[in-house]
Structures are given as C-alpha cells and as structure tokens.
C-alpha cells in the first residue's frame, strides 16, 4: 500500500494548479469571508493607532455644550474633526462679524455658514474645522461665542433680570 503522503509529492504540478483553480462556490465564499475578516481586524488596529496618534482635543468627554441667556442661546458639538455651532439670537447690527472674527482668534477655520431669520431673530449655523493650536472645551468654546453678545449695555441687562 502506497503512503498517501508520499503519493501527494508525486503529482504533476500542472494538474496540481488545475486542481486548486476550480473552487466550489461554498469554499469561494468561505476564503472572501476570512480575507474581508482580515482587511477588517488589520483597519481596526490601524484605527487604534491613529487614535492614539490624535491630540486631546479631539477626544473631550463634553461632546455637546450649550450656554443659554435672555441675549443667545450657543450650543456646540463635536462632530468628527469639526464642530457644529448653533447660535440663536436677537438680530443685532455687526452681530456675525464679531462671532466670525472669535472664531478666527480661536483658531477655527469656518467651513460652512448657514443663516437663517424670522421677524427679529436669527440663526447662525456654523461648520468649523479645528485648529491644532486650539485647546478649548466645547463649553469653553460656546462660552467664547456667548460673550460676542455682551457689551456692557447687555451685561447691565442680564445683572437687571
């Protein structure tokens, strides 16, 4: 009786390759299986790394913060390497600019401005990217943008209520 092992070193490599080249469709789809489980596990080490790799900044605990007066309500949120800042408002002449030129000093580069209004009020809807020399909160940041509103006739308003 011949080794089957033996046998197996003894094949005509071309029929050998023949051989390998036809799969049934179960094992074809069992190897696309392992090599999608693979490319996955292989991006969720690499993502693991770039999230060690990310500044602090990007990994605050306060995802969401608002701040709220009689003058306007801030809120911001982070939303992936950006943050979403919603401003409602009374209208007030300049009002934009001095939120814009905050921003800036903040080291926020705006990327998308959406302005809406109704009677006396209004809605500023900011897409921001943030800087790398930023180190602020998203509290300490609507805090920032709360205080565009507050001159000191506004701060005599809000002691008053």
């Known amino acids: ?62 995802l969401v913060a608002s701040c709220n007066s009689p003058i306007a309500d801030v809120e911001a949120k982070i939303s992936g390497s950006n943050v979403v800042l919603r401003v409602i408002s009374k209208r007030t002449h300049g009002q934009l600019l001095k939120i814009i030129s905050t921003l800036e000093k903040l080291s926020f580069k705006i990327l998308h401005l959406n302005i809406s209004s109704m009677d006396d009020t209004v809605l500023y809807y900011f897409v921001v ?33």
Do not use: W
């Open 129 to 161: 990217k943030i800087g790398l020399e930023c180190q602020l909160s998203m509290e300490e940041l609507a805090a920032e943008v709360q205080r565009c509103f507050c001159t000191n006739d506004t701060i005599n308003k809000i002691t008053e209520i």
């Open 1 to 62: 009786m011949k080794n089957p092992c033996m046998a197996a070193e003894h094949i005509n490599p071309r029929k050998h390759h023949l051989r390998r080249c036809h799969r049934t469709p179960k094992t074809h789809t069992m190897s696309h299986i392992t090599v999608e489980r693979n490319r996955r596990r292989q991006m969720n080490d690499h993502l693991k790394v770039l999230r060690s790799l990310t500044p602090c900044f990007y990994i605050k605990k306060e």
